[in-house]
């Protein structure tokens, strides 16, 4: 739809025109590098009525490739006309989440929140906090409790628990804990070298290998079938 502008903008007013919630609209800054089309789009939609729009800084094409181009977002930011516009990309410490909010009006946090949930603690607080591998696991099972809860208790709950879950583990090994890095922030398109937590448990969670977070979940809801595989399917997990 970015490369139908004029559709879109119909769309808006009349999602608008119809409905009982406020209606905001998601875009990235284009869909290749040779279309950057985010700043006339935020021109044509700010006069729909939207609530507000949201701007991944990144094109389509790009995907995590490349860093988010949020001094683009914030030219964007300077044409709509009031409509507040939140900025979306790269952001895992409050370090992060400082620099990006004076460049639009608020800000959208994704994989952030994926690799390190407590991010939004980090940012009420203004500090790092040292996470502990007993600590994480017990938010594993938190969710578990949850899972198990909403697709239930029986064979196909569990498994479709666990395919989530290790969704969310593809994510979640590439928090570094706070103790072990060398510098602050973690940054989160910089991929580590191979290390080794404060504790076994620790080791495996930073684990790349689907293996090891496979055994993660047998932690948390009993051995897999056999002959059980899991690829992930989001490629946002990965580093490029």
């Known amino acids: 739809l970015m490369d139908r502008a004029e559709r879109l903008e119909q769309m808006a007013r009349a999602m ?6 406020p209606v905001s609209i998601k875009v990235r ?7 950057i089309t985010g700043l006339p789009l935020c021109e044509r939609l700010r006069g729909t009525g939207v609530s ?11 995907r995590y490739t490349k860093h988010a181009d949020w001094d683009y977002i914030s030219q964007c930011r300077a044409v709509c006309g009031g409509v507040p516009l939140l900025g979306n990309g790269d952001v895992l410490s409050f370090e992060d989440y400082n620099v990006r909010l004076s460049q639009a009006d608020g800000v959208m946090i994704g994989r952030g929140a994926l690799i390190k949930p407590w991010i939004f603690q980090e940012i009420q607080e203004q ?5 502990t591998s007993g600590e994480r696991l017990e938010m594993l099972r938190r969710f578990r409790d949850y899972g198990l809860e909403h697709w239930g208790s029986d064979t196909a709950g569990v498994e479709k628990c666990r395919h989530f879950l290790l969704e969310w583990l593809s ?9 072990l890095l060398e510098v602050l922030p973690q940054r989160i398109n910089e991929r580590p070298p ?47």
């Open 16 to 21: 608008v025109a119809v409905s009982s919630v």
């Open 29 to 35: 800054i284009g869909t290749s590098e040779n279309k």
């Open 52 to 62: 507000h729009l949201v701007m991944h800084g990144r094109t389509r094409q790009q």
């Open 127 to 131: 500090r790092h906090i040292d996470i």
């Open 171 to 179: 994510f979640l090994y590439r928090y570094i804990p706070v103790g």
């Open 194 to 240: 191979s290390y080794f937590g404060r504790d076994e448990l620790e080791t495996l969670m930073c684990s790349p290998r689907s293996d090891d977070w496979i055994r993660i979940t047998e932690m948390v809801l009993g051995k897999v079938p056999d002959e059980f595989n899991f690829v992930p399917k989001h490629v946002a997990n990965s580093y490029s």
